[in-house]
C-alpha cells in the first residue's frame, strides 16, 4: 500500500460492483485498503463523499447499469459538486479517457490491473481544487491500456497489483466463512466474444507460497471454505525458473501431485512440463493447477471446503481429476462453460475444442467424480447461429446434465472479433426465442438433477437468512449483517440459505448464529435451482 498517500479528508465510500466474481473480490480487496487508510464504507451513495462504480464490460445490460447510475451521481453533483466519482474495473480500462468527454461528473478512471493506485487516485482528486475537476486533462487515470500486454512470465512477486492481494485484511471484523483468493489474473484465450483478455491483460499466475499462505490465513481467521479465482483457473501454471544443482546443472523437475498420463484433450502443463515439447521443459520446475489443490487442500487441514471458478475444458487434464478424487475438501464441483453445442460455431468463437471432445472431457469427470455436479454457460444467437446449431446446444444440455446453466443472448461487445469480423446476423426476437427455449430445457433439466436429493442428507454451508426471510423480517434485500445487530433483533430461528459442496442452493430453517458453519440437512423437496429440507438427526451411533 502507498505510504506517501496523505490521511484523507474525505471518509466516507460508497462502493458498487458489478459483474463476475472476480469483481467481488476486487471490490473485497480495494475496501480492504482503503478502510485501512481512513475511509469508511457507507451503504447508501447520496451520503458518500467518494462513489466507486466497479464496472464489468462482459455484457452490456450491466453496462447500461453502470451509465444510469452515472447520469443519477452527476445530478446529485449539481448539489455536490466535491463528492468524488470514479469508475474502476473493466468499462473503465476498455472506454478510456474516451468516456470523460460524454461523462464529465467522472473524476477518475482505473483499470482492473491498476487497482493499487486507486487510494493515490482518489487523494490526486480531492486536492484538486472543485472548478477544476471534470475537465479532461484533469480526470485521474490509471489504465493498462489495451496494447500493454504484461508479460505471463513476469514474476507476479515482482508486480506492482500482486501488492493489492497481499495487502488483504485478515481482521476477524473483515474475515467471512467463505473467501475468494485470486490465482491467475487475465486470460490468453481470445475467444471472439470475449473482451476480458483486453480488459484485464495476459494471464499472470500468483506465485503458490502466496496463494498458500493466504489460504492458511483466512482458515485461521475464521474462514471455511475458499473459492479461487481465476478466468481459467485450471490452466494456472507457475513456472519457479530452472533450478540448479550445486555443480551448476540444471535439474529436471516436474509438478509434485501427479504426473498425467496425457490426454489428446485436457493435456496440463503438470504434464508438458515433463514432455520433450512443451513449455515447461529443459528442468523448469512448475507448479501445475493440479499441485496448487494438492498443496492448498494438504497444508491448510483445517479448510473445509476448496472450490474453484472458472474452469476451461480444453486445459482440464486428469491429473486435476485425480487430486480432486483423492481430496475428500475439495469440492465436487466444477463451472465448465461449453458456449455452444455445435462445432461449427465453437470454431467461430475460437474456443479449441469439439462438441466431441467437450463430452469425453465430461464423461472421464463423471467416471472419477460420479457425485459431481456440473455448471454451464451458453450463449445464444451468436452470429450465423442456424436453427440446426441452436437445436444442438439444446441436445448439449440434456446430454451434459448441468444442475444449471447460465443462458446469455450474443451481444457484440466493442474492441471484440466476433464485433469487428462478424455481423450480428440472428436478429433479437430469434435470440429471445431460443434463449426461452433453452431456459426451458435447462429448467426440465435442473429439476430432474435435483429430485436425485430428496431424502438424501447433504452438508449445508450456510451463507444468509433467505431472501424471503428478510423481506418478512423488512430489512430488506440490503439488510447487512451490520445491521442486523444495529437493529438488535435476532429471531431464534429464521429461514436460512447456504451450498452443498456441488454448489446445490438448499433453504432451511435455523438459527441466524449458523450462518458461517456447516449443517447437516435432510432434503424434502426439490425446485428446478433450489432445495428444500430441515436440519437431519444425529445419526445414533451404538
Ligand atoms: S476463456 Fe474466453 S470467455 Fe473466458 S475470459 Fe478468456 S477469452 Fe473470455
Redesign the pocket.
Known sequence: MPTSVRQPDVRRVYLETFGCQMNVLDSQLVSSQLRAMGYQFVDDWKIADVVLYNTCSVREHAEQKVWSRVGEVGQHKKQRPDLVLGLIGCMAERDGVGMIRRYPQIDLLCGPGELDKLPMLIDNVVKTDVPFRGRPSQVQTALQGNTHRRSATLAAAEDQLELLDLSRSFSPDEVSGAAYVRITRG?N???TY?V??FTRGAEVHRPPDHIVDECRRLVEAGTQEITLLG??VNHYHYDHGAAVTVDGMQQPQVGAAVKNKGNSFGITLGAVADSAFGRGAAGRRITSFADLLARIHDEVPDLQRLRFV?S?PRDFGDDILQVMAERPRICRYLHLPAQSGSNRVLERMNRGYTVEQYLELIDRIRASLPEVTLAGDVICGFPTETEVDHQATCRLLERVRYKNCFVFKYSPRPGTTAAQRFTDDVPDEVKRRRNNELLAVQSRVSQSVHNEYVGKRVRVFVESISQRARKEQQWGDGATEFQRVELGWEPPTTQLTGRTDGDLIVIFEGSPSWIGSIHEVLVERAAPLTLFGRLAEPVATV
Open positions: 486470460c484465450k481470445f475467444c470475449c476480458v483478455p478466468q481459467t472458472t476451461f
